[in-house]
């Protein structure tokens, strides 16, 4: 660089910022409703791209954040979501000490990372899940080793094979997000049994709740026999908390003390811990979402087959489905009728979409939008 030209005082980047950090691009979050409301002339969006509950948080949850004291708002939350964790353990039959409470699971992908990893080491996960676990991989300077899916599924044999003797963490999304693939209690045993404690494996189980399958595992379940095992678990999707930040992850002591040291204290508000020990509480919520998921399902794959797209229809409150044309376009020109999907390319999915399952009117909303779509553009 020509120094002359610099402005005195400004950063010399180039040399602050680590290589890893270059080569990663920032992410792009979508515009509030308000403003885009606005840009595409909608009085109305409906938003299926980030798989919430459409139902809200649970009633218990909603009476907390009714009547939460304001005053409260200035003071310093617990430290260590204490209720919580003791709550949790009552309902999982652990100890307290065993959860780890974070700002959203994103927060638990990050301590995990930052507990085990150091320089030169990988994690290993799939090629196309949630990309979170490759994302704060690679912009803390690890390597993500990315194992492509097999027949849309974690593929556990090719996991093993990639493992090295730097890997210290194998991330597997149950079921996945995007195509609602699971393990079974079988398979997840099996693929345990043979990592035989040589790296951490973390189990995502983010939409666990969904799932009615009688094989699928409970990896709280599992704890006891295999304590490498983490389990990721989220406020944000069943428990319709996501606007709140809550999630956590619970493991062996041992393991989880190392990962203590990772977190920051207090990035949990006082506010959404209270309200996940409500929402634990209301088993009704869960039976009344899977019925809406259900309802939500049934109505949308009649449509889907008489446009003639395929999909993928697996567990979750979500479901993937194929355009033939470029899904970056079909995301601007679902959003110009008011409805707003997740386009996948950054699932390594080109031309395919997901699909959160939400109300009968967002379903209906979603129905009319696709169909306009795609006769426009065959
Ligand atoms: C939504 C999601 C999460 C976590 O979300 P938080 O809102 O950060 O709790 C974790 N894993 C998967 C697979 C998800 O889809």
Redesign the pocket.
Known sequence: MNRGTQTPGRPDLDRLVPEYVKAFQPYTPSKPDDVLCRMIGCSRLYRLNN?ENPLGPPAAARAVIGSYPPPRAAIYPSGDAYHLRCRLAERFGLHPDQFLVGN???EAIAFVIKAFCQEGDNIVTADRT?AVYEWVAAFSGFTAHLVPLKDFAFDDEAMLARIDERTKILFV?NPN?PTGSYWTEQQLRRFLDRVAGRQIVVV?E??GEFVEQSDFPDGMRLLGDYPNLVI?R?F??MYGL?GL?I?YLAGDRAVVDVIRRTCVVYSVNGLAQEAAVAALSDEEHITATRELIRAAKASLLPVLDQLGLTYVNGEGNFLMVRLPFNDALAYRRLLSHGVMIRSMAGFRFPNWIRISLALPEAMQALAEALAAVINHES
């Open positions: 798989n959203g699971a994103n949630f999304c997000n995502d983010a939409y990721f989220t944000s999707k996501a930040r999630g």
